[in-house]
């Protein structure tokens, strides 16, 4: 199935619960949100490297401190684990962060995706999945600016109901 990026809309009381955990207690705390349908949530799939290398010209596996675009993909104070057989990548987003996270993603329309679109880079940076960066850059674009959307939208729902997001890459 590949890895791919989940944002989870959480609510406080939840996430201080899970954010102290550590290794076990952690991944099993976090499993069970992983699994309650009741959480919000948005998928999309494998395109989170690819959208974090169009946003900032590096992979996701070196987020951008302090960058509105890089912590729209990846989040901010992430947790790492990573087993050989499993690997969790889980970070927040905190509901006060979402509206200059929202501001910056509402720039990204498909003419600036297409602008910042490097092919090159992606395949420089070794950005997942494997290959990604020969899409036909129409067809990449497009499916970019379809996640844009959807982030803002999701993003926005959780800031009204005062949710902080999870941003998962598993």
Known sequence: ????????????????????????AFRA??????????????????????????????SACSPVEDNPLSESVVGVCPKV??????????SVIDNSDLPKLIAALERMDEGCLKAMLDPARM???????????TTPADDLVAEMFHAVEAIIGFFREAMSSGHHVLATIV
């Open 29 to 58: 705390a976090f499993a069970d949100i992983e699994e309650d349908e009741s959480l919000g949530r948005l998928n999309i799939g494998k395109l989170w490297d690819a959208l974090h290398c169009t946003f900032t010209g590096t």
């Open 81 to 90: 684990y990573d087993d050989g057989d499993y690997s969790t990548f889980v």
């Open 123 to 133: 395949e420089k940076e070794g950005v997942y999945p494997n290959g990604i960066w």
């Open 1 to 24: 199935m590949g890895r791919r990026a989940v944002y989870i809309s959480i609510g406080e009381p939840r996430l201080e619960a899970l954010w102290w955990l550590e290794d076990t």
